[in-house]
């Protein structure tokens, strides 16, 4: 936007120089701290994430404007691989990746130093800071800012580890750990924050089966061990070349990558020899428990990836392999492509294990003629597995050929099914992914068995009891996730807190070996920011940040004499530090995108529970949806989306501010959209269009209805405003701001409004107002209208008083002209003349006798018209009286008895008489005004009649 980017310039520099941003201990204050969640360093931020980010700094200024002092720190989470990733690409010259960050601004002599991953999360910080934050006039504490692998920050982290182990908190035992060849171990969950696909994997454990055939034994890896019951053949997928291997003593037939699998996870694996799927065909081997042979048949579902890569045939209860094993049937050929006798291939007859309410005795035939499916690879088999697999879980029951286990419920049976093969050597257990998962440095993730794994005990039933009643209390947006956040909690187990590899990172003080994972070192980082500035200008070091130290200004431990000899920090610089987290903490907002809701939140919410005391317990939580693409949520890593300085110098700061406050909803995604963005671009023109117009000439007109009537508006619209806030309702605060107020000014000029007192004082309203959303346009328009200092630093007006009268006396106008333009519509009549009829004297005061009655007694029909009846004038009107009665009560109970107060007292004749001359020339018509009483009124079809209180009729010629 042409000038907007000196205009925006200059303002920031006058909020830093009179340091606005800058937020210090004020007890004669009340405080407000809030944050956002702080972006993990792998890249260029871009236009998503900035939704978030400006959420929170108009909420910030808002309650800045209400008399908070207020606090809104950020910093970096460059914990992890992130940063060591984006360092290898550049180190090899990883061309497309190169020329991402020169197409966003990166100069090309910076490349040599973001070969080095600190050296880049130093870059990185800086372009966050400067190019992002500051260009969006963040009013952020810029001394608290720090990054999670700056050495401070880790002695915090430290600190944190060692009180969760007083609790009891920490616990370590062998795991199943997704982990990348190169960097280790990996947390995959929807933040995706080492991991660059597949952040809604899970681990599964399944059971390996060992089917006998000689001296060596193909296994086959199930997620069902109980119905092994119903074992009728084995599937092999010929195309695929798989390979034997040494487990101990034994010789085992797996897929390639299987083999590769099973090496991280047990010991003692060796590679032997390959052989080809289609050269197992035809053999006969032994099935488990049941102990009796069965054939392999080819299968091209039979995927290597996933588990062994070989799979056991139980088609009464698997839709794949019932639609699998009918089409072999059906196959003239497959005795000829493979040499396996038809003998063989009829012999394999499907067997009924579990019986299911609601099924007959193949579940599987049942729900494939349910849906409709008649040939392998129908994606709908599916769901039609979920469906029969869940419904076997929950309500089957093992039937009499299930030998020990018969009458089991299915979900008895399968773990006793499982040990009992365990026990007797016919199967062991295996850990898959449920998806492909890919390390942020581009190597395929897997599954690794780690022997001495750290925990923390999310499950601790006395930590989660805790958490959630505290959450209770708690301001947690949207309802949705208000009521959620109990069995999301309920939900979380042990989470492994460390990792061995190649990461950034803070040392687990208990063994230096591990790095403490990035979500459980961004738990209680919002404490930190109120002792990072102390760091940040060299007051403390990380050598004077003992544990000693942490106790006492976090949880006023120890006597002060002997901590600040123990640590090196003077008396009154502790007391200074434990002050201010005294004065500043608890967090009062946590603003965070949607995948928090099941990451970040809950560990952030049990960590300060099992740390902090209960007056330093957090008082809410705010979730943002993302901003996507299209079709897909926008990554910064991937390289995608507009950057942020394009789309400044595109559309303009407070342009973007206000798209994404206004433009939906916080809890819903929004897709990028430049010609949305654009129309916010055109209103914020619209807006300082009006201003400058009003401000462009002398105004001299004398107060009148209609001055009254627009600081009345005004006033409603902060009452609106107000209300919406203390909901952090960007979107409802934004639409009575940017629409309602501007229309309102609108009007207020086509009504001839042209005082310069009731101007100002609307001004010194609206722009106030606007401030939080759109700060620069705010400050260059007070400025324009001549008001002292900054309108940042000034407050929100108070809700003045609402003149209803007013108010309905111009919607009563407003009304008239809809009207009429509704007739136009319909009739397509082009009027020269447009005559309005106002309702007759007698049912204006039967509606106030209506209301009369509302307000002393019982409000009905019968009452209502006796006591018209009673009334000389009105008996004359007799039927029509009885009629309208009728109309009377019923407006009257449906709606608002103010409005309908202001409806009976309006004096409508008058009104419509001293609007005449504005009548004529905004309906492009002659305007003549009779009142039904009129008995002279010139009114050829008698349409008087139909008048009504706050409803005039209308006639055309």
């Known amino acids: 936007m042409s000038g907007y980017s000196e205009m925006e310039k200059k303002w920031q520099a006058e909020w830093s120089k009179n340091g606005l941003d800058r937020a210090d201990r004020d007890a004669g204050k009340p405080k407000f701290m809030i944050i956002f969640a702080y972006p993990g360093v792998t890249g260029f931020l871009h236009v998503g994430h900035l939704r978030g980010y400006t959420c929170a700094d108009a909420i910030g200024r808002y309650k800045r404007m209400t008399g908070y002092n207020v606090m809104f720190p950020v910093g970096t989470h460059a914990t992890g691989n992130g940063a060591i990733s984006l360092a290898s690409r550049v180190a090899n010259k990883d061309s497309d990746f190169i020329d991402y960050l020169i197409r966003n601004g990166c100069p090309e002599e910076k490349l040599e130093d973001l070969k080095d991953p600190m050296k880049a999360v130093d870059f990185f910080n800086t372009i966050y800071v400067n190019e992002y934050w500051k260009r969006f006039g963040f009013l952020a504490d810029w001394r608290r800012f720090t990054s999670s692998v700056y050495a401070d920050y880790g002695k915090f982290m430290q600190w944190q580890f060692r009180k969760l182990n007083e609790q009891g908190l920490l616990i370590q035992k062998p795991y199943f750990s997704p982990a990348c060849p190169v960097h280790g171990p ?155 006798p038809r003998s063989i291939i009829d012999s394999v007859i499907p067997i009924s294990i579990i019986s299911i309410e609601g099924y007959g005795d193949f579940p599987a035939q049942d729900i494939i003629k349910t849906m409709g499916i008649t040939k392998p690879g129908d994606p709908r088999l599916d769901e039609a597995k979920k469906q029969v697999y869940k419904d076997g879980h929950h309500m089957g029951r093992m039937k009499d050929i299930c030998g020990p286990f018969a009458g089991m419920k299915v979900e008895e049976a399968k773990d006793k099914m499982k040990q009992a093969m365990i026990d007797s050597g016919e199967a062991e257990t295996f850990h898959d992914l449920t998806e492909e998962v890919v390390c942020r440095c581009g190597m395929p993730v897997r599954v690794k068995k780690v022997d001495d794994q750290w925990f923390i005990d999310y499950g601790n039933e006395e930590l989660t009891e805790r958490t959630s009643e505290h959450c209770r209390s708690m301001e947690i947006y949207p309802p949705e996730f208000n009521e959620n956040v109990h069995s999301t909690l309920r939900w979380f187990r042990e989470r492994a807190c460390v990792r061995q590899g190649n990461w950034l990172g803070t040392r687990f003080p208990f063994d230096e070996k591990w790095i403490i994972e990035a979500i459980s070192d961004s738990t209680l980082y919002p404490l930190y920011y109120i002792v990072s500035p102390y760091a940040n200008s060299g007051k403390i070091s990380p050598d004077n940040m003992t544990e000693e130290f942490f106790d006492h200004v976090v949880l006023g431990k120890g006597d002060v004499k002997k901590v600040s000899e123990n640590t090196g920090v003077s008396e009154d610089l502790l007391k200074e530090i434990r002050d201010d987290i005294r004065y500043w903490y608890p967090l009062d907002v946590n603003l965070g995108g949607k995948e928090h809701m099941t990451v970040h939140f809950p560990v952030f919410l049990f960590n300060h529970r099992a740390i902090l005391p209960d007056d330093m317990q957090p008082g809410g939580i705010l979730v943002n949806w993302y901003v996507t693409g299209k079709k897909n949520k926008i990554s910064k890593s991937k390289g995608g989306a507009q950057p942020i300085p394009g789309a400044i110098e595109q559309f303009g700061v407070d342009t973007l501010r206000l798209y994404y406050a206004h433009v939906a909803s916080m809890f819903v995604d929004v897709e990028w959209s430049e010609e949305s963005v654009m129309m916010y671009r055109q209103r914020l023109e619209r807006i300082m269009g009006a201003v400058e117009e009003l401000l462009s000439s002398e105004r001299t007109g004398e107060k009148g209805d209609i001055d009254e009537w627009l600081i009345s508006r005004f006033n409603g619209h902060t009452s609106t405003v107000r209300s919406a806030m203390e909901k952090y309702d960007l979107r409802q605060m934004a639409t009575a701001v940017y629409f309602e107020m501007l229309n309102d000014i609108k009007w207020y000029g086509r009504r001839g409004g042209n005082n310069a007192s009731t101007i100002k004082e609307a001004l010194s309203i609206w722009i106030r ?189």
């Open 186 to 340: 990996v947390a995959i969950d929807a933040s995706e924050t080492d991991i660059s696909k597949g952040g809604n994997a899970e681990v599964q454990e399944y059971t390996l089966l060992k089917f006998k055939r000689g001296d060596e034994y193909l296994v086959a890896a199930t997620l069902r061990p109980e119905t092994v019951y119903g074992q009728v053949c084995f599937w092999v997928n010929p195309d695929v070349e798989y390979t034997r291997i040494k487990k101990g003593d034994e010789t085992w037939i797996v897929s390639k990558e299987a083999a590769e699998k099973l090496k991280l996870q047990k010991d003692c694996i060796k590679v032997l020899s390959p052989i080809p799927g289609k050269e197992m065909i035809g053999w006969m081997c032994e099935a488990p428990m049941i102990h009796r042979d069965v054939p392999v048949l080819p299968a091209s579902f039979s995927d290597p990836n996933i588990g062994s890569g070989l799979v056991t045939s139980v088609p009464s209860d698997a839709p794949d392999d019932w639609i699998s094993l009918e089409a072999l049937k059906k196959d003239p050929g497959l005795a000829e492509r493979y040499g396996v």
């Open 769 to 957: 107002l606007m401030t939080p959303v759109t700060p620069h346009v705010a400050e260059e328009m007070w400025s324009m209208t001549g008001f002292d200092s900054l309108v940042s630093s000034s407050l929100i007006p108070d809700a003045g008083p609402i003149s209803c009268s007013s108010e309905y006396r111009e919607a009563f106008i407003r009304d008239v002209m809809s009207d009429v333009a509704q007739i136009k519509k319909v009739t397509s009549a082009e009027p020269k003349k447009i005559f309005l009829y106002t309702t007759p004297s007698w049912k204006a005061k039967v509606m106030r006798m209506g209301l009369d009655m509302a307000e002393s007694s019982t409000l009905d029909i019968p009452s209502l018209t006796k006591k018209c009846m009673a009334d000389e004038a009105m008996r004359k009107n007799g039927k029509a009286v009885s009629e309208f009665v009728k109309k009377a009560v019923t407006d009257l109970t449906r709606s608002s008895s103010v409005s309908k107060k202001d409806m009976a007292e309006t004096d409508e004749y008058s009104l419509l008489v001293s609007a005449k001359d504005f009548l004529r020339e905004e309906l492009c018509a002659d305007v003549e005004i009779f009142s039904a009483d009129d008995g002279n009124a010139y009114d050829p079809q008698n349409k008087s009649k139909a008048a009504v209180p706050g409803r005039p009729a209308i006639y055309f010629e």
